[in-house]
């Protein structure tokens, strides 16, 4: 029997595989190199290929004087802040240094009687304080003989003496000071109508 496997398959009704075109060849010119429009790396020697760049609008000498400008502004107030700070922590040490040395020097010095029974009251940071007095302290403080220093919220009464000394360290802390040679016109209650005895509590 001389008929092929092929020839004996399609007699039993086998029909032949459809016969598939065939992909053109490139032409890929010679090997080791690639043609004009080969795909890769543009080739050198021609700027320009590949991603568009932006190109930037040159400064001109109004844009760059203006962002100068600003540069030297900002650093000024940034350095007039700093200076702000430091003259403010300055200030606060000061404070209290010479809170400190007010207290050391008014140990033992306050004359507050805890049985005194009059008020003298006194304007002192916009409002109105008191202190408890005897009534010979009151004749004394309204003559200028005593006055009130402030000292970590409390109000001591002390000679005049040590209320000079107490204004030299820390003058903030003088609360009340009065002054019997002061002229009428400076006090404002110089009015006959609100002139009061110098013993009277109110």
């Known amino acids: 029997m001389s008929d092929t496997l092929r020839d004996q398959l399609l007699g039993l009704g086998f029909k032949p595989a459809p016969k598939t075109p065939k992909a053109p060849q490139r032409d890929k010119g010679k090997p080791g190199k690639r043609g004009p429009g080969a795909p890769g790396r543009p080739q050198a020697g021609k700027p320009g290929q590949g991603a568009p760049q932006k190109k930037r609008r040159p400064q001109s000498r109004e844009d760059i004087d203006l962002a100068k400008a600003y540069a030297i502004r900002a650093q000024r107030e940034k350095d007039e802040r700093i200076e702000a700070e430091r003259r403010r922590q300055e200030e606060a040490r000061q404070r209290r240094e010479a809170k400190a040395k007010l ?46 220093v402030q000292l970590n919220g409390r109000y001591l009464l002390v000679t005049a003496a040590v209320l000079a000394d107490a204004e030299a360290i820390f003058a903030p802390a003088v609360a009340l000071k009065v002054d019997p040679q002061a002229p009428a016109e400076d006090d404002p209650y110089a009015d006959p109508r609100y002139q009061v005895p110098d013993d009277l509590v109110w």
């Open 103 to 148: 207290a050391t020097m008014l140990e033992g010095k306050a004359l507050n009687d805890e049985a005194a029974e009059h008020v003298r009251h006194f304007e002192y940071g916009g409002k109105i304080k008191r202190i408890h007095v005897t009534i010979d302290q009151l004749k004394a403080l309204n003559a200028g003989e005593l006055g009130v």
